[in-house]
Structures are given as structure tokens and as C-alpha cells.
T-cell receptor, first 112, second 114 residues
């Protein structure tokens, strides 16, 4: 079945470091891909999305490119801040139904 | 900004009590969902609804029940709470945007059963 695999955490970085959180997917078809973020004590928020191959989603300095050839959607940020500390979820939807499949989440700690 | 609300935000109760977790959205979305989030952060879909009078069980078996009498309201009920029900519960609704669905989440209810 369809699935999402993302790197396990926690990931701990110093402020201003470069961030990559890996995400790969398995799907029979052409999914839309998402990154959601969950700040402490809150629900999930959509961070960015890409709906077709080679699309780049971006928001708040974060970027991810939909790579069909490697079935990947890695999240990157050039210079992280303490306020980026959160849990990040990679997700996909197959568009033919209304369910979203989430990865297990990656906790990110940014040290000042 | 998403307009989806959950109450209470935190609840501590004793074993055997009946509880209802409230979820409301003012966006007019037909599709709504309940997730259980374990301490390891993983999300498990436990219930969903495609509209009024529609409810379905999700991927993870749950002793909770849901109802959908009004479009904007999707409450979750536990008839007899147990410590194994201790978890974070997240409600969500979906808006169709072009060729994909975007889910909007409430802030969650953190339930502790003693």
C-alpha cells in the first residue's frame, strides 16, 4: 500500500545550521506531497506542498522538491532558528480519496 | 487561518468516566477526521466522516465512538475511560483545493485517564 518513510529523530542542530529531513514515499500513482509542522502543544499546520513532479514547495524559508525519479520529498532550510523547534511530518494524498498518509514524524531541536 | 476548535484542551479524569471530546469547524467542510497521537508522535486515524450522518472507523481500532449530526460538529465519546485511552486526540477537516485535499487541524485535546 501507499506509505511515507521519514528519517527518525530527534534531530539536534545549532542555530543557523543547514537542515535536511529526508522523506521518501511509496505510491501507486501520482500523489500530492506535503510537509506539516507541529509546534509544542498545538495541532498540525501545513508547512508546504507540491502537487506534481518537479514542483518545489516553499514557506518560511523551508523548501522541498517533488522528485518522482527518487520518490522523495526532502525538507531543507538554509539557516534554522530556535523557533523552528517542532515535529515535522511528511505526508501524501492520492487525490482519488480523501485520506492523508503521514510519516511517523521527526522531532527537531534547535540549540541557541 | 483554519477555524477548527477542540475542547477541552486538557482533561484529567478517573477510570470509568464517560467523556466527550468536542470538535467544531466553521469552514463548511464536509469531511472530518479524528486522529490519536501516541507519545512517539505517530498519528493514527481512528474515525472519519464524509458528511452528516456518515461515520466510518479508521485504520486504528478504537473503543471510542463518533457522531455527525451537524456539518460543523464531530464529537468523540468514550463511554468508560481507561488508562490505555491516555493520549493526544487531534481533530481535522478537509478542504478540496483543485486536485488535492488539504487537512486543517484543531489544537488537540490531551487526555489523561488515571
Amino acid at each position: 500500500g501507499d506509505s511515507v518513510t521519514q528519517m527518525e529523530g530527534p534531530v539536534t542542530l545549532s542555530e543557523e545550521a543547514f537542515l535536511t529531513i529526508n522523506c521518501t514515499y511509496t505510491a501507486t500513482g501520482y500523489p500530492s506531497l506535503f510537509w506539516y509542522v507541529q509546534y509544542p502543544g498545538e495541532g498540525l499546520q501545513l508547512l508546504l506542498k507540491a502537487t506534481k513532479a518537479d514542483d518545489k514547495g516553499s514557506n518560511k524559508g523551508f523548501e522541498a522538491t517533488y522528485r518522482k525519479e527518487t520518490t522523495s520529498f526532502h525538507l531543507e532550510k538554509g539557516s534554522v532558528q530556535v523557533s523552528d523547534s517542532a515535529v515535522y511530518f511528511c505526508a501524501l494524498t492520492m487525490n482519488r480519496d480523501d485520506k492523508i498518509i503521514f510519516g511517523k514524524g521527526t522531532r527537531l531541536h534547535i540549540l541557541p | 487561518e483554519a477555524d477548527i476548535y477542540q475542547t477541552p484542551r486538557y482533561l484529567v479524569i478517573g477510570t470509568g468516566k464517560k467523556i466527550t471530546l468536542e470538535c467544531s469547524q466553521t469552514m463548511g467542510h464536509d469531511k472530518m477526521y479524528w486522529y490519536q497521537q501516541d507519545p512517539g508522535m505517530e498519528l493514527h486515524l481512528i474515525h472519519y466522516s464524509y458528511g452528516v450522518n456518515s461515520t466510518e472507523k479508521g485504520d486504528l481500532s478504537s473503543e471510542s465512538t463518533v457522531s455527525r449530526i451537524r456539518t460543523e460538529h464531530f464529537p468523540l465519546t468514550l463511554e468508560s475511560a481507561r488508562p490505555s485511552h491516555t493520549s493526544q486526540y487531534l481533530c481535522a477537516s478537509t478542504d478540496r483545493k483543485g486536485n488535492y485535499n488539504e487537512q486543517f487541524f484543531g489544537p488537540g485535546t490531551r487526555l489523561t485517564v488515571l
